[in-house]
């Protein structure tokens, strides 16, 4: 894959979250994605497959009022691309994390992306 046709998969990946765009997330993924979220140096979401993105992503909708991921900067180092990004959300209901609803999220973090099969095969988001 070009870092052109890679650069491509990953801002369709990303415009399709901000427009919490399920279906079009998942199209360009492989269908054996790895998924993980990691916070403050915990894991705290995984999935293995594209039916358990699927389901997370789901699950996720309803956290959030508002959502949006912006790239700030995109790179590569070695196989791997980098996304830089700033992410800012509003919750949209009380949590049992004691974050309250209304509250506004800003924060940076960074996305790596790997590719296997001209498809987006491991998916690590990092803040």
Same mark, same amino acid.
């Given at each position: *894959?070009?870092? +052109? =046709?890679?650069?491509?998969?990953?801002?369709?990946?990303?415009?399709?979250?901000? /427009?919490?765009?399920?279906?079009? *997330?998942?199209?360009?993924?492989?269908?054996?994605?790895?998924?993980?979220?990691?916070?403050?140096?915990?894991?705290? !979401?995984? +999935?293995?497959?594209?039916?358990?993105?699927?389901?997370?992503?789901?699950?996720?909708?309803?956290?959030?009022?508002? /959502?949006?991921?912006?790239?700030?900067? @995109?790179? @590569?180092?070695?196989?791997? !691309?980098?996304? $830089?990004? $700033?992410?800012?959300?509003?919750?949209? !209901? =009380?949590?049992?994390?004691?974050?309250?609803?209304?509250?506004?999220?800003? @924060?940076?973090? /960074?996305?790596?992306?790997?590719?296997? =099969?001209?498809?987006?095969?491991?998916? $690590? =988001?990092?803040?």
């Amino acid at each position: *894959m070009s870092p +052109t =046709d890679i650069r491509a998969l990953v801002d369709h990946y990303i415009d399709a979250y901000n /427009r919490k765009n399920i279906n079009g *997330m998942l199209i360009g993924i492989h269908p054996q994605v790895e998924f993980k979220n990691i916070s403050a140096g915990v894991v705290n !979401a995984s +999935t293995n497959g594209i039916a358990e993105l699927r389901a997370l992503a789901q699950q996720s909708l309803s956290l959030f009022s508002e /959502r949006h991921q912006k790239v700030e900067s @995109f790179e @590569f180092q070695g196989s791997v !691309a980098v996304a $830089t990004i $700033t992410f800012r959300a509003v919750v949209a !209901a =009380d949590l049992p994390n004691g974050l309250k609803k209304g509250q506004v999220l800003n @924060f940076s973090g /960074r996305s790596e992306f790997e590719f296997q =099969d001209g498809a987006i095969s491991k998916i $690590t =988001d990092i803040s």
